[in-house]
């Protein structure tokens, strides 16, 4: 079956760092990828998505890749700031009923 | 801000206790899912109505029901509660259920069964 796979958390960075969470899928067939926030008693926003195969999502200095041949969906961004501490989900989207198939979330946590 | 509404944002109840869940979806989506997010299970589908019509059923309990109305709305039924009930439940609505159609999610009403 469907399902996604992503580094756990608590992710700790210091301002400016460089930022990674890993994200791979298991899939029948090509599912689109998201990444969704859900920042502190809000709730979940979509951060960025990628339809196909080598397509690049990205917003707000986040980037995100969708890797077929690695199965894998990993966030980026070049320097974090206070503000994107916050939880991140992965997700893909499965196509024989529209339900979005959830990572276990990574809490990001960036001090100043 | 999504454009979709949920109500109550909270919901504080006893166990066997009946209670209603209100979503309202952005201007134009016919597409409406239910998830619920739990500590223990974290997010899980629940059920999908496009159009008034059920489409898809998740992880949904047999006590538990929702239906959408003839202007899109949608409504979760949760019934004879029970504490492991308690989690963040999350509307969220799209335009139709094509490719790369992203959900836009509702702020989430929080049940809290005591």
Redesign the interface.
């Known amino acids: 079956g469907n399902s996604v796979t992503q580094m756990e958390g608590p992710v700790t960075l210091s301002e400016e760092a460089f930022l990674t969470i890993n994200c791979t899928y298991t899939a029948t067939g090509y599912p689109s990828l998201f990444w969704y926030v859900q920042y502190p008693g809000e709730g979940l926003q979509l951060l960025l998505k990628a339809t196909k195969a080598d397509d690049k999502g990205s917003n707000k200095g986040f980037e995100a890749t969708y890797r077929k041949e690695t199965t894998s969906f990993h966030l980026e961004k070049g320097s974090v700031q206070v503000s994107d501490s916050a939880v991140y989900f992965c997700a893909l989207i499965d196509y024989s009923n529209y339900q979005l198939i959830w990572g276990a979330g990574t809490k990001l946590i960036i001090k100043p | 801000d ?1 454009g979709v509404t949920q109500t109550p944002k909270h919901l504080i109840t006893a166990t066997g206790q009946r209670v209603t869940l209100r979503c309202s979806p952005r201007s134009g989506d016919l ?1 409406v ?1 239910w ?1 619920q997010q739990s500590l223990d299970q ?4 629940l059920i ?1 109505y496009y159009n008034g019509e059920e ?2 059923k ?1 992880n949904i309990l047999e006590r538990f029901s929702a239906q959408q109305f003839p202007d899109l709305h949608s409504e979760l039924n949760l019934s004879s509660l029970e504490l492991g009930d308690s989690a963040l439940y ?1 509307c ?1 609505s ?1 335009v139709t ?1 094509t ?2 159609n ?7 009403t929080r049940l809290t069964v005591l």
């Not at chain 2, 974290?42 to 589908?45: M, P, T």
């Open positions: 999504s597409s899912y998830y974290g997010l899980q589908f999908h489409r898809a998740g999350f969220a799209s259920g490719r790369g992203e959900q836009f999610f509702g702020p989430g």
